[in-house]
């Protein structure tokens, strides 16, 4: 049987030599000399904790396995975890966890308490005494600042000037050196000197500013001052009161006096601001003020009032106020090099909106702001006339000289225009005129635009009543009415203007307009927008008329629907759509004149660059669809070809989008064309025979001519007008081709789109030897030069690609990497990322297991707490319910034993 724990401990002391025999005081008075006690006192605690350890083998933790190679391992024999002492370390998490967790849980949900703000009372590093001497310190300083820091005049008990020891004084108050041998020795210079170093004191010392004001001195030297008594101070006080308050109900008198005559004339007043001239009253004679008692100033002005007359000076004033109010700064004058910029501002914002546009990108927020602005400017009731601004060209002058007319918005006049029927008069009374001038920049609108329309005043009548009223003929002496109804739709104005002449319709349109304006009534916005609607049907309804529409007044309609989508955009969107979508259903291969129009008309109503565009877009894809998918039957339907494809690369002269219906159907009308019949494919394009030949024939020498739009319809019927109109349409495509190329020279497949125009072109070139066709060789060699400049270039811009031009890798070596110094707890990557990555992620590892033990150790430390907490309510509940027991128990017992006593007594 092993020997007891007693006595392996005592076995354990005596080898470690914590017990032994017992040393003589020579000896240990030896040690302590030689330091040797120190030493042996170090060794005998070294040996206690080595037996405690020893037999108590679950202080320190163990390995739950050793390791496979003692050789790997860098400390030898030891564990990996030797040393560590769970329980010291929980004993101390234990410790740390009352000092913080315990105090923060006792004080949740608890308000209130004192906190000690004392200097030094929660600072650990200071003793009691330098805390004490500091707050003294401070205390002292607290209270040196209550007194002033540059107060000269203090006692003499605190300081005296001496000269060798003797005082300086001179049997008398301290003087100056300059004062002492100056001229200012007498009697009022040293009140004065007295007087001054009172005052200064008093300023000095505020706690003793009441006793020296109660202070009487009578600037003598032999009666000595006095201060003042309590009656005198009093007296004085009431004195300055009275004082003061008689001054305060002066002022109040005056102000009186002036309110009542204020008062008197107020009604004047209201009769000037009402506009009614005061009836002259009866001169009295003016009473007799006496100023010699008033201010100066007051007086000077009362009596230069009474030789004017006040209501005549009242009025000027009161005009001079009106003209005040118009003067007004308004903006500076800004340079000519500020407008410039300002302007090239202006147009890079629009470029960069359509080019964003264009693009289809996504409105930003503070672009959604700006439209949402611009939206709510749009439901004023007037004009824009900045035509960029919506995207929309402008019209050049230069190209129409038959309409002598800038814009749409500047209407023509007639010089008989205004008289007595139109209800308008451009004359003005003479004394009209100058409240006429007073107030013209009142007459403007919000916009800052004049209420005349080139001229033409707008009337301020009910125009829908009277033009229901007035004859929508001509009148009794031939001419237009000066009054026409706003048409609601096509059969109405068709019913305003069937009795005119063509020629008069514009002037009807910009009558209409005038009448209608927008600021002579509110419902005229709406019936505007309506008439708009109304002038795009009419449109294409003047297209598709018999015979030869007249594009002089069509074009000049075109304008005005252009006008009217700056402020009426929807409704000429509707209007436009609901034609596409008639053109999709009924016709979409056999366009008609007015649609060929309208289409024309879009590309001036709407920007056709947008990436998608409510009204653009369907016309894109109408074009396309007819160009795509349409049969050649005539001249007529191939003229009618050219015109779309026209648009079509109209269309796309901003965005640049390249359509292959264009290069499909124009290289295929000129195979249709061509003398001869090809015999070889040219390109990936379909190629389609018309269904009647419309080669050109070898007869006589023919010239091109300008095509004209009434070839869309007719075809003509003699030969030689066939050729001239094949031959015609035949150049028109090369051009069209020439101006594609230019379009397209950037795309990166320019060399796969016009190749096989290329092939196309030589084969025409070929086929049309001979003087007969001289005048077209001209336009297809140039277009040929031309295609094939932008095929060189483009061959140039697309190289074939090349690999990186480096030296040779060297072969990787399988050779490994021996490290002498190695550390198997160390890695060794070479891939520096891999391995900080790998480093931090073990970090992180780490350190979240470390947080989840803490956090599982805190809420067992809290479950702990609570029920030791609930442990102790409840063992003080039972004490309080056994000792409340047992005192009813005892006075029970009590009342029992009284009782059987009465009883037995009884």
Same mark, same amino acid.
């Given at each position: ?275 009614? #001239? ?422 006589? #020498? ?83 030069? #031309? ?117 037995? #007594?009884?």
């Amino acid at each position: 049987m092993p020997p007891s724990q007693l006595k392996q401990l005592k076995a354990s002391l005596r080898e470690t030599g914590v017990l032994g025999p017992q040393k003589s005081k020579k000896e240990k008075r030896q040690n302590a000399k030689t330091g040797v006690g120190a030493k042996n006192r170090n060794q005998r605690e070294a040996a206690l904790q080595a037996i405690r350890d020893r037999f108590n083998p679950f202080e320190i933790k163990m390995t739950n396995k050793s390791s496979k190679f003692d050789v790997t391992t860098r400390d030898g024999n030891t564990t990996a975890g030797g040393g560590a002492r769970p329980g010291v370390t929980k004993s101390l998490g234990e410790e740390r966890r009352r000092a913080t967790l315990l105090k923060e849980m006792n004080s949740r949900n608890k308000v209130g308490g004192l906190i000690d703000r004392r200097f030094g009372e929660n600072d650990p590093t200071m003793t009691p005494e330098e805390r004490a001497a500091e707050r003294f310190a401070r205390e002292s300083q607290r209270k040196m600042r209550k007194e002033s820091m540059f107060n000269l005049e203090d006692d003499e008990d605190e300081m005296q000037l001496t000269h060798m020891g003797q005082s300086l004084t001179f049997d008398g108050p301290v003087q100056d050196d300059f004062e002492a041998g100056g001229e200012l020795g007498d009697l009022e210079a040293a009140e004065s000197d007295e007087e001054s170093s009172r005052k200064r004191k008093r300023l000095a010392d505020g706690d003793e500013a009441e006793d020296q004001e109660d202070f009487i001195d009578y600037g003598d030297e032999e009666q000595p001052g006095r201060k003042k008594t309590k009656a005198e101070v009093m007296k004085e006080v009431i004195a300055k009161s009275k004082f003061y308050k008689a001054e305060r109900q002066q002022a109040k008198d005056d102000d009186e006096d002036l309110r009542e005559e204020l008062d008197k004339q107020l009604p004047d007043l209201f009769e000037a601001l009402r506009g009614i #001239k005061p009836a002259p009253k009866p001169v009295a004679e003016a009473p007799k003020h006496d100023f010699s008692e008033m201010n100066p100033e007051r007086a000077a002005m009362m009596g230069q009032s009474q030789n004017k007359d006040p209501e005549k000076e009242y009025d000027q004033r009161l005009r001079q106020m009106t003209f005040d109010q118009r003067s007004k700064p308004t903006d500076r004058t800004k340079t000519e090099e500020e407008k410039a910029e300002e302007e090239a501002e202006r147009l890079k914002k629009l470029e960069s909106d359509r080019l964003r546009r264009m693009r289809g990108e996504p409105l930003t927020d503070d672009e959604e702001d700006n439209m949402d602005q611009d939206e709510g400017l749009e439901d004023d009731e007037s004009e824009i006339d900045d035509a960029t601004h919506f995207g929309l060209p402008a019209y050049p002058t230069e190209t129409r000289p038959e309409l002598a007319v800038e814009d749409e918005d500047d209407f023509i006049i007639d010089s008989d225009l205004v008289e007595t029927d139109s209800n308008a008069s451009l004359a003005m009374d003479s004394d009209e005129e100058e409240e006429g001038e007073s107030s013209s920049d009142e007459s403007e609108g919000p916009d800052g635009e004049d209420e005349l329309i080139n001229g033409m005043t707008l009337p301020t009548y009910d125009a829908a009543a009277t033009s229901t009223t007035t004859e929508v003929s001509k009148g009794s002496d031939g001419k237009l009415a000066f009054t026409y109804p706003c048409p609601k739709d096509h059969e109405s104005f068709l019913n305003v203007i069937k009795d005119l002449p063509v020629e008069e319709i514009p002037t009807v349109i910009q009558r209409i307009r005038a009448l209608h304006h927008p600021r002579l009534k509110p419902g005229n916005k709406d019936k505007l927008g309506r008439f708009a609607e109304v002038l795009v049907e009419h449109v294409v309804y003047m297209g598709n008329a018999s015979g030869r529409p007249p594009f002089a007044i069509i074009e000049n309609i075109i304008r005005h629907i252009h006008s009217l989508a700056k402020t009426h955009p929807l409704n000429v969107t509707i209007a436009c759509r609901a034609v596409l979508r008639e053109i999709g259903k009924e016709r979409p291969l056999a366009l008609l004149p007015g649609d060929l129009v309208l289409l024309t008309g879009i590309s001036s109503f709407f920007p056709t660059s947008d990436h998608f565009h409510t009204t653009a877009t369907p016309a894109h894809l109408c074009l396309a669809r007819y160009l795509g998918q349409c049969t050649t039957t005539s001249l007529s339907d191939l003229a009618r070809g050219v015109f779309a494809a026209s648009l079509c690369l109209q269309y796309q002269a901003t965005s640049k989008r390249y359509m292959p219906e264009f290069i499909n159907y124009t290289l295929n009308a000129l195979c249709n064309l061509s003398p001869t019949e090809p015999t070889v494919k040219f390109g990936s394009f379909p190629y389609r025979q018309s269904q009647e030949s419309v080669r050109l024939a070898s007869s006589k #020498k023919v010239t091109p001519r300008k095509l004209q739009f009434h070839d869309v319809t007719t075809s003509p019927s003699q030969p030689e007008a066939q050729e001239e109109l094949k031959i015609s349409l035949l150049t028109t495509l090369v051009s069209l081709l020439g101006s594609a190329s230019d379009t397209w020279a950037e795309k990166s497949a320019f060399t796969e789109i016009f190749t096989p125009a290329r092939a196309v072109l030589q084969f025409l070139q070929q086929s049309l030897k001979g003087k007969t066709y001289a005048a077209a060789r001209e336009p297809i060699q140039s277009t040929l030069n #031309k295609i094939d400049a932008h095929l060189a270039q483009a061959r140039l811009v697309r190289r074939p690609l090349f690999l990186h031009d480096h030296k040779p890798l060297a072969i990787k070596t399988a050779i490994p990497k021996f490290e002498e110094n190695f550390n198997p707890d160390k890695h060794y990557d070479p891939d520096r990322e891999r391995a900080e990555s790998n480093r931090l992620k073990k970090e992180f590892k780490r350190e979240r297991k470390g947080a989840m033990r803490e956090l599982r150790k805190d809420a067992s430390f809290v479950a702990r707490e609570k029920l030791r907490e609930k442990k102790e309510r409840d063992s003080e509940y039972e004490k309080k319910y056994k000792r409340l027991v047992a005192e009813i128990q005892s006075q029970e017992g009590r009342a029992a034993n009284e009782y059987e006593r009465a009883r037995g #007594k009884r």
